[in-house]
């Protein structure tokens, strides 16, 4: 029987030792156990490879905890905290018989499962209250995820040699700190402004190897070109942001707002180092009567990067013309627009819809252009206090035009791709 059980035990605390100062401590642990369904396929062609769907044993623990300290006075607040994180599994593998006679002396498949892992944050964050309407506020997080767990041997198949594993595990380590400054002033009864800056790393550690492999435990690639070993990617990433936006009260119902984002991405192991995006957005919303509202927003976005580079570690090499959408120059225009009706009863209706345009005008191959439409309807009913009825409709649609090759180096492949959702 295909079945997963979790049981949660959580035991927590809070201590006032003062009105400003107070202490908490929480503690969770999630175990998890059952039998699930996983694909798993032996052979190295389309014409020897085998399948079956396997009940595979499920047997993790998941403990989690925080210790915290808080102190609080009338203009200012801060916090520090510590937070732990510890995954471990007790299937660290599964394995299984061929149930076929392909592929041609391949008895045994063996397949790891995730492994064991570690995190730990530390994290300090205050406010400051400046005169009646400037509030000052910061937050500053470290935090290390490690992973350490032993590699499976490349293959159970007794009949192969394959080269010896360059590492007994990956020694995984990446650390991760995030940095938030804002500040939100009211300047005048009419007037207000709001200013962050943003920071968020992710400076991995793991040293690289290079690995030969074995194909579903049954063709060993150590005896073709070295070029077939592949060398992992420490992927990592600095995304630093700068927000300003300030909103105008005209009058009572009429509400102005105008708002500029600089936002820039470095990244590791991928074909763009550095991108920059530039947003400029309003907004109008309008509160026609108690019952009535509804919210305006208009965006535009430019996104440019470095010179786009094939990693070259990377095999088989990518055509050259290729840009990744997430990677590639860019040009978004966006619109919002929300309506609600909420009387003084026990109902309320909700019409919400967006659009956005994305120009890739300097992709040669891959997404050239994506177009996306959302409409949203929701309906709420109030019963009593405890029980509320919620309808929603939403419509989605995708509309998009792709660059394919088949020569690897001028598109001569073309898709316009029509994908609508119904929820």
Request: charged content about 20%; hydrophobic content about 30%; aromatic content about 12%.
């Amino acid at each position: 029987d295909l079945y997963t059980q979790r049981r949660t035990f959580l035991l927590a605390a809070d201590y006032h030792q003062t009105k400003s100062l107070s202490y908490g401590l929480s503690f969770q642990r999630d175990t998890k156990e059952g039998y699930r369904s996983s694909g798993m396929a032996l052979g190295d062609t389309f014409g020897t490879a085998r399948s079956a769907i396997l009940a595979t044993p499920v047997d993790n623990v998941t403990d989690q905890g925080e210790a915290k300290v808080s102190y609080v006075k009338r203009r200012w607040q801060t916090a520090l905290s510590y937070k732990f994180s510890n995954f471990k599994n007790d299937v660290d593998s599964v394995r299984w018989q061929n149930a076929f006679s392909l592929p041609t002396g391949v008895t045994e498949g063996q397949a790891g499962q995730e492994p064991d892992n570690t995190m730990q944050q530390l994290t300090l964050s205050g406010s400051y209250l400046f005169g009646q309407s400037t509030l000052a506020s910061a937050l500053l997080s470290y935090g290390r995820m490690e992973q350490n767990d032993d590699f499976l041997p490349y293959t159970i198949n007794s009949s192969l040699s394959p080269s010896a594993l360059p590492r007994t595990s990956l020694d995984g380590e990446v650390d991760i700190i995030s940095v938030n400054l804002g500040v939100n002033s009211r300047l005048t009864n009419s007037f207000d402004i709001e200013a962050q800056y943003r920071q968020n790393e992710q400076d991995n550690n793991t040293p690289q190897a290079t690995y030969n492999y074995v194909i579903a435990d049954t063709t060993d690639t150590s005896v073709v070109p070295a070029a077939d070993a592949e060398t992992n990617l420490p992927y990592g990433f600095r995304q630093r942001e700068i927000l300003v936006e300030g909103r105008y009260r005209l009058k009572k119902p009429h509400k102005f707002g105008v708002g500029y984002k600089y936002e820039t991405y470095d990244r590791t192991f991928q074909e763009v180092e550095t991108t920059e995006e530039n947003s400029l957005w309003g907004t109008y919303r309008n509160s026609v009567s108690k019952s009535w509202n509804w919210f305006l927003r208009l965006e535009a976005k430019g996104r440019t990067g470095d010179e786009y580079t094939p990693v070259s570690e990377i095999n088989p090499i990518q055509n050259p013309l290729l840009r990744k959408y997430n990677l590639a120059d860019r040009d978004r225009s966006k619109a919002v627009f929300s309506v609600s009706y909420v009387p003084q009863t026990k109902w309320q209706l909700s019409f919400f819809a967006d659009y956005a345009n994305d120009d890739y005008a300097n992709s040669v191959v891959g997404l050239r252009e994506s177009e996306q439409t959302n409409y949203s309807l929701d309906f709420q009913y109030r019963f009593t206090g405890d029980v509320t009825l919620n309808i929603d409709y939403t419509v989605t649609s995708i509309k998009s035009n792709q660059a394919g090759s088949s020569s690897y180096r001028e598109p001569n492949l073309s898709a316009e791709p029509d994908l609508s959702l119904i929820h």
